[in-house]
Protein backbone atom coordinates (compact mmCIF):
# COMPACT_ATOMS: atom_id res chain seq x y z
CA UNK A 1 0.00 0.00 0.00
CA UNK A 2 0.97 3.50 -1.04
CA UNK A 3 2.40 6.39 1.33
CA UNK A 4 -1.03 8.68 1.85
CA UNK A 5 -1.40 12.26 1.84
CA UNK A 6 -2.11 14.27 4.38
CA UNK A 7 -3.60 17.71 3.24
CA UNK A 8 -4.39 20.32 5.59
CA UNK A 9 -7.82 22.32 5.10
CA UNK A 10 -6.28 25.27 6.46
CA UNK A 11 -7.47 27.78 8.53
CA UNK A 12 -7.59 30.97 7.13
CA UNK A 13 -6.06 33.41 10.23
CA UNK A 14 -7.37 37.27 11.06
CA UNK A 15 -5.86 39.75 12.69
CA UNK A 16 -7.47 42.36 14.78
CA UNK A 17 -9.20 43.86 11.85
CA UNK A 18 -10.42 41.30 10.23
CA UNK A 19 -7.31 40.84 7.27
CA UNK A 20 -5.72 37.96 6.72
CA UNK A 21 -2.56 37.09 9.00
CA UNK A 22 0.32 36.47 6.63
CA UNK A 23 2.99 36.04 9.92
CA UNK A 24 1.22 33.38 11.11
CA UNK A 25 -0.01 32.15 8.06
CA UNK A 26 3.37 31.30 6.84
CA UNK A 27 3.94 29.92 10.24
CA UNK A 28 1.31 27.17 10.69
CA UNK A 29 1.84 26.50 6.83
CA UNK A 30 5.80 25.72 8.34
CA UNK A 31 4.38 23.99 11.34
CA UNK A 32 2.24 21.31 9.37
CA UNK A 33 5.06 20.53 6.71
CA UNK A 34 7.16 20.01 9.91
CA UNK A 35 4.40 17.77 10.94
CA UNK A 36 4.36 15.78 7.76
CA UNK A 37 1.13 17.31 6.08
CA UNK A 38 2.07 16.79 2.42
CA UNK A 39 -0.16 19.41 1.15
CA UNK A 40 -2.94 22.34 1.72
CA UNK A 41 -6.35 22.81 0.64
CA UNK A 42 -6.59 26.70 0.52
CA UNK A 43 -9.89 28.58 0.80
CA UNK A 44 -12.27 25.68 1.64
CA UNK A 45 -15.13 25.83 4.40
CA UNK A 46 -12.36 25.33 7.35
CA UNK A 47 -10.49 28.24 5.69
CA UNK A 48 -14.07 30.25 4.90
CA UNK A 49 -13.42 30.66 1.54
CA UNK A 50 -17.15 31.28 1.22
CA UNK A 51 -16.99 34.08 3.55
CA UNK A 52 -14.24 35.67 1.91
CA UNK A 53 -14.39 38.53 -0.66
CA UNK A 54 -13.06 37.21 -4.51
CA UNK A 55 -9.87 39.83 -3.60
CA UNK A 56 -9.45 37.70 -0.25
CA UNK A 57 -9.70 34.60 -1.81
CA UNK A 58 -6.77 35.55 -4.51
CA UNK A 59 -4.62 37.11 -2.34
CA UNK A 60 -4.97 33.86 0.30
CA UNK A 61 -4.16 31.61 -2.94
CA UNK A 62 -0.99 33.88 -3.39
CA UNK A 63 0.30 34.48 0.13
CA UNK A 64 -0.43 30.56 0.98
CA UNK A 65 1.41 29.15 -2.38
CA UNK A 66 4.49 31.83 -1.43
CA UNK A 67 5.46 29.39 2.00
CA UNK A 68 4.28 26.40 0.68
CA UNK A 69 7.44 24.67 -0.49
CA UNK A 70 7.37 21.86 -2.60
CA UNK A 71 4.22 20.86 -1.03
CA UNK A 72 1.06 19.72 -2.89
CA UNK A 73 -1.55 23.07 -3.21
CA UNK A 74 -5.25 22.74 -3.72
CA UNK A 75 -6.88 26.46 -4.26
CA UNK A 76 -10.82 25.59 -3.73
CA UNK A 77 -13.04 27.91 -6.31
CA UNK A 78 -16.20 26.81 -5.25
CA UNK A 79 -18.65 29.22 -6.58
CA UNK A 80 -22.34 30.31 -7.26
CA UNK A 81 -21.57 31.63 -10.76
CA UNK A 82 -19.48 30.05 -12.93
CA UNK A 83 -17.84 32.90 -14.16
CA UNK A 84 -16.28 33.87 -10.78
CA UNK A 85 -14.74 30.04 -10.14
CA UNK A 86 -13.16 30.75 -13.27
CA UNK A 87 -11.61 33.46 -12.95
CA UNK A 88 -10.45 32.26 -9.04
CA UNK A 89 -9.09 28.59 -11.11
CA UNK A 90 -7.10 30.23 -13.80
CA UNK A 91 -5.96 32.58 -10.83
CA UNK A 92 -4.61 29.58 -9.15
CA UNK A 93 -3.46 28.24 -11.90
CA UNK A 94 -1.25 31.21 -13.05
CA UNK A 95 0.28 31.04 -9.67
CA UNK A 96 1.49 27.81 -9.63
CA UNK A 97 -1.47 25.68 -7.95
CA UNK A 98 -1.36 21.67 -8.49
CA UNK A 99 -5.19 21.39 -8.93
CA UNK A 100 -8.30 23.27 -8.17
CA UNK A 101 -10.86 22.05 -6.29
CA UNK A 102 -15.27 23.14 -6.02
CA UNK A 103 -18.12 21.89 -5.21
CA UNK A 104 -21.42 21.96 -6.92
CA UNK A 105 -22.73 25.08 -7.23
CA UNK A 106 -25.02 25.63 -4.28
CA UNK A 107 -28.04 27.50 -3.30
CA UNK A 108 -29.89 27.42 -6.13
CA UNK A 109 -31.22 24.10 -7.38
CA UNK A 110 -29.30 22.98 -10.70
CA UNK A 111 -30.22 19.86 -12.46
CA UNK A 112 -27.22 17.32 -13.01
CA UNK A 113 -26.23 18.68 -16.96
CA UNK A 114 -25.75 22.28 -15.11
CA UNK A 115 -23.30 20.70 -12.51
CA UNK A 116 -21.05 18.40 -14.62
CA UNK A 117 -21.02 21.58 -17.42
CA UNK A 118 -19.81 23.52 -14.58
CA UNK A 119 -17.34 21.93 -13.59
CA UNK A 120 -16.28 21.04 -17.22
CA UNK A 121 -16.24 24.87 -17.59
CA UNK A 122 -13.98 25.40 -14.89
CA UNK A 123 -11.29 23.05 -16.37
CA UNK A 124 -11.78 23.76 -20.16
CA UNK A 125 -10.97 27.44 -19.76
CA UNK A 126 -8.69 27.69 -16.81
CA UNK A 127 -6.24 24.97 -17.72
CA UNK A 128 -6.47 23.42 -14.22
CA UNK A 129 -6.67 19.97 -12.99
CA UNK A 130 -10.09 19.46 -10.93
CA UNK A 131 -10.61 17.94 -7.86
CA UNK A 132 -14.66 17.56 -7.21
CA UNK A 133 -14.99 18.61 -3.23
CA UNK A 134 -17.75 16.06 -2.85
CA UNK A 135 -20.02 17.89 0.03
CA UNK A 136 -23.75 17.06 -0.39
CA UNK A 137 -24.27 18.17 3.40
CA UNK A 138 -23.67 21.79 1.96
CA UNK A 139 -24.18 21.78 -1.99
CA UNK A 140 -27.33 19.66 -1.51
CA UNK A 141 -26.12 17.69 -4.39
CA UNK A 142 -25.63 14.23 -4.84
CA UNK A 143 -23.93 12.71 -7.77
CA UNK A 144 -25.78 10.06 -9.58
CA UNK A 145 -22.95 7.95 -10.90
CA UNK A 146 -25.23 6.07 -13.41
CA UNK A 147 -26.05 9.65 -14.93
CA UNK A 148 -24.30 9.51 -18.69
CA UNK A 149 -23.37 13.66 -17.58
CA UNK A 150 -21.44 12.96 -14.11
CA UNK A 151 -19.97 9.71 -15.94
CA UNK A 152 -18.43 11.92 -18.96
CA UNK A 153 -17.43 14.58 -16.33
CA UNK A 154 -15.50 11.82 -13.91
CA UNK A 155 -14.11 10.39 -17.11
CA UNK A 156 -12.96 13.79 -18.60
CA UNK A 157 -8.92 14.20 -19.12
CA UNK A 158 -8.75 16.96 -16.87
CA UNK A 159 -10.23 15.00 -13.72
CA UNK A 160 -7.96 14.43 -11.16
CA UNK A 161 -9.65 13.58 -7.86
CA UNK A 162 -12.05 13.55 -5.16
CA UNK A 163 -12.30 15.14 -1.84
CA UNK A 164 -15.29 12.95 -0.28
CA UNK A 165 -16.91 14.58 1.98
CA UNK A 166 -19.53 12.21 3.34
CA UNK A 167 -20.31 9.20 5.21
CA UNK A 168 -21.09 6.79 2.22
CA UNK A 169 -18.29 4.73 1.43
CA UNK A 170 -20.03 2.86 -0.53
CA UNK A 171 -20.26 5.89 -2.64
CA UNK A 172 -16.85 6.74 -2.39
CA UNK A 173 -15.67 3.75 -3.41
CA UNK A 174 -18.35 3.53 -6.63
CA UNK A 175 -16.24 6.70 -7.67
CA UNK A 176 -13.22 4.82 -8.30
CA UNK A 177 -15.51 2.16 -10.39
CA UNK A 178 -16.52 4.82 -12.67
CA UNK A 179 -12.79 5.84 -13.28
CA UNK A 180 -9.94 3.90 -11.77
CA UNK A 181 -7.56 6.66 -12.26
CA UNK A 182 -9.23 9.29 -10.22
CA UNK A 183 -7.69 9.84 -6.66
CA UNK A 184 -9.64 9.82 -3.89
CA UNK A 185 -9.57 11.17 -0.43
CA UNK A 186 -11.28 11.12 2.30
CA UNK A 187 -12.44 14.34 3.40
CA UNK A 188 -14.48 13.62 7.14
CA UNK A 189 -11.32 13.20 9.75
CA UNK A 190 -13.53 11.04 12.28
CA UNK A 191 -13.76 8.21 9.53
CA UNK A 192 -10.19 8.42 8.05
CA UNK A 193 -9.06 4.82 9.27
CA UNK A 194 -12.23 3.65 7.61
CA UNK A 195 -11.72 4.67 4.45
CA UNK A 196 -7.97 3.37 4.36
CA UNK A 197 -9.53 -0.17 4.12
CA UNK A 198 -10.41 1.28 0.61
CA UNK A 199 -7.43 2.22 -0.57
CA UNK A 200 -8.14 5.87 -0.68
CA UNK A 201 -4.91 8.36 -1.23
CA UNK A 202 -5.15 10.22 1.77
CA UNK A 203 -7.16 12.54 3.44
CA UNK A 204 -8.44 16.27 3.44
CA UNK A 205 -8.70 17.39 6.91
CA UNK A 206 -9.85 20.17 9.21
CA UNK A 207 -8.60 19.18 12.61
CA UNK A 208 -5.11 18.75 10.26
CA UNK A 209 -4.10 21.94 11.23
CA UNK A 210 -3.59 21.07 14.55
CA UNK A 211 -3.48 17.56 14.62
CA UNK A 212 -1.33 16.41 11.10
CA UNK A 213 1.22 14.51 12.70
CA UNK A 214 -1.77 12.17 14.15
CA UNK A 215 -2.93 11.60 11.08
CA UNK A 216 0.61 10.35 9.26
CA UNK A 217 0.92 8.29 12.08
CA UNK A 218 -2.60 6.41 12.03
CA UNK A 219 -1.58 6.03 7.96
CA UNK A 220 1.68 4.43 8.99
CA UNK A 221 -0.11 2.31 11.38
CA UNK A 222 -2.42 0.99 9.35
CA UNK A 223 -0.16 0.35 6.35
CA UNK A 224 1.85 -1.16 8.87
CA UNK A 225 -0.49 -3.81 10.24
CA UNK A 226 -1.07 -2.16 13.25
CA UNK A 227 -4.43 -1.84 13.39
CA UNK A 228 -5.20 -1.72 17.24
CA UNK A 229 -2.40 1.41 17.47
CA UNK A 230 -4.15 3.18 14.21
CA UNK A 231 -8.05 2.68 15.96
CA UNK A 232 -6.72 3.47 18.98
CA UNK A 233 -5.46 7.66 17.74
CA UNK A 234 -8.33 7.29 15.61
CA UNK A 235 -10.75 6.91 18.46
CA UNK A 236 -8.34 10.08 20.18
CA UNK A 237 -8.94 12.42 17.64
CA UNK A 238 -12.48 11.26 17.15
CA UNK A 239 -13.09 12.01 21.08
CA UNK A 240 -11.20 15.63 19.72
CA UNK A 241 -13.68 16.14 17.19
CA UNK A 242 -17.31 15.33 19.33
CA UNK A 243 -16.41 18.65 21.31
CA UNK A 244 -14.89 20.38 18.16
CA UNK A 245 -18.46 20.00 16.54
CA UNK A 246 -20.08 20.90 19.77
CA UNK A 247 -18.27 23.98 20.64
CA UNK A 248 -18.11 24.83 16.73
CA UNK A 249 -15.66 23.46 14.17
CA UNK A 250 -14.15 26.33 12.86
CA UNK A 251 -14.04 28.46 16.37
CA UNK A 252 -12.87 25.78 17.93
CA UNK A 253 -10.08 25.07 15.84
CA UNK A 254 -8.95 28.70 15.71
CA UNK A 255 -9.01 28.36 19.69
CA UNK A 256 -6.80 24.98 19.84
CA UNK A 257 -4.58 26.40 17.70
CA UNK A 258 -3.89 29.79 19.93
CA UNK A 259 -2.73 26.78 22.48
CA UNK A 260 0.12 25.54 20.12
CA UNK A 261 0.88 29.74 20.03
CA UNK A 262 -0.55 30.38 16.16
CA UNK A 263 -3.43 33.70 16.86
CA UNK A 264 -5.30 33.36 14.35
CA UNK A 265 -8.11 35.79 14.93
CA UNK A 266 -11.61 35.13 15.18
CA UNK A 267 -13.87 33.60 12.47
CA UNK A 268 -15.82 35.69 10.06
CA UNK A 269 -19.68 36.37 11.59
CA UNK A 270 -21.90 34.91 11.51
CA UNK A 271 -19.83 32.57 13.30
CA UNK A 272 -19.70 33.45 16.89
CA UNK A 273 -16.38 33.55 19.26
CA UNK A 274 -16.03 30.71 22.12
CA UNK A 275 -17.34 31.16 25.42
CA UNK A 276 -14.80 30.51 28.53
CA UNK A 277 -17.23 26.95 28.78
CA UNK A 278 -16.54 26.40 25.13
CA UNK A 279 -12.82 26.50 25.88
CA UNK A 280 -12.42 24.87 28.61
CA UNK A 281 -13.91 21.74 27.24
CA UNK A 282 -10.95 21.80 24.75
CA UNK A 283 -8.45 22.43 27.17
CA UNK A 284 -9.75 19.54 28.84
CA UNK A 285 -10.16 16.70 25.87
CA UNK A 286 -6.76 18.26 24.66
CA UNK A 287 -4.96 17.46 28.01
CA UNK A 288 -7.21 13.68 28.16
CA UNK A 289 -6.53 12.44 24.58
CA UNK A 290 -3.07 14.21 23.62
CA UNK A 291 -0.84 12.94 26.35
CA UNK A 292 2.01 11.55 24.74
Known sequence: MAKKD?????VTPFDEKGNINEKV???LIE???SQGATGFFVGGSSGEGPLLTSNERKNLFK???TYSKNTMMIANVSALHTDEAI?????ANYLGYDFVSSTAPYFYIHDVKDVAQYFIDIIEESGSKMIIYNFPKLSKFTFDLENKYIINLLRHPGMYGIKHTNYDLYELERFSRVNKNLKIYNGYDEIYLSTLSLDVDGAIGSTFN????YFVIISDHYINGRYEEALHIQNNMNAIMDVLIEVGLISGIKYALSLYGFDCGIPKRPFRELSDDDKKKIDLV???YLKE
Open 31 to 33: YNI
Open 210 to 213: FLSK
Open 6 to 10: IIVAL
Open 87 to 91: DLAKY
Open 25 to 27: LSE
Open 286 to 288: LEE
Open 63 to 65: LSK
